[in-house]
């Protein structure tokens, strides 16, 4: 495999990792009951599946991605995150903390995102993201504007680790896939149900 393309293969995974790790503070824990009062999000495991895709290079999976949302359907507008979705990525290959950043990094400076920006956003991330082994999942559910971290070490097991409450970063994050701009354009469709 090219060096370049498992590097790619490396960055996108460190990017769905990225979405768990938020640290719960007693602030953040009060603005998740308040998210979840004003804007029901909790129910996402019953949400329908927009589309589903598969991220390999060569002959090695990466992992497998799900986008669900309350209808099914994903509304495409400017805005990457215009409606509660839910992401889901479950792992097909072990990969560290730092692999995780480091390639969020990249794929942000790919899409244009100012280094500042993407300089504090990473350092909050860094505070939240694990090391992940193969089969385990993330998921990252908004409400269109903040969300939270779901983590899942094994099946039938989930737990809130942390939450996204600055709306930049939230459509900041869910970019790296749902972006017009996104460097996996044939991952993003077969995401949002464009393509089967």
Same mark, same amino acid.
């Given at each position: ?93 072990? #990969?560290?903390?730092?692999? @995780?950043? &480091? =390639?969020? %990094?990249?794929? !942000? ?7 500042? +920006? ?45 939450? #996204?409450?600055?709306?930049? @970063?939230? &459509? =900041?994050? %869910?970019?790296? !896939? ?7 354009? +044939? ?10």
């Amino acid at each position: 495999m090219k060096r370049t393309n498992w590097r790619k293969a490396v960055n996108y995974l460190v990017l769905g990792a990225a979405l768990i790790a938020l640290p719960v503070s007693s602030a953040t824990a009060t603005h998740s009951q308040d998210r979840r009062s004003s804007n029901s999000v909790d129910n996402w495991q019953d949400w329908q599946p927009v589309g589903e895709a598969q991220l390999s290079f060569l002959f090695f999976d990466v992992y497998q991605s799900t986008l669900l949302t309350p209808s099914g359907t994903y509304q495409q507008s400017s805005d990457v995150t215009p409606h509660p979705l839910a992401l889901s990525i479950e792992y097909q290959r072990s #990969i560290s903390q730092q692999q @995780l950043l &480091d =390639a969020t %990094l990249e794929q !942000w400076d790919k899409l244009g995102f100012a280094k500042q +920006d993407s300089s504090a956003w990473i350092k909050k991330l860094a505070l939240i993201f694990p090391d992940i082994k193969s089969g385990q999942k993330l998921i990252y559910i908004t409400n269109g504007s903040s969300g939270y971290f779901v983590y899942s070490p094994q099946p039938n097991l989930m737990r809130e680790i942390g939450a #996204i409450v600055d709306e930049p @970063l939230n &459509d =900041a994050f %869910l970019s790296i !896939w749902l972006s017009p701009k996104t460097e996996y354009s +044939d991952l993003r469709k077969k995401l949002i149900g464009m393509k089967r």
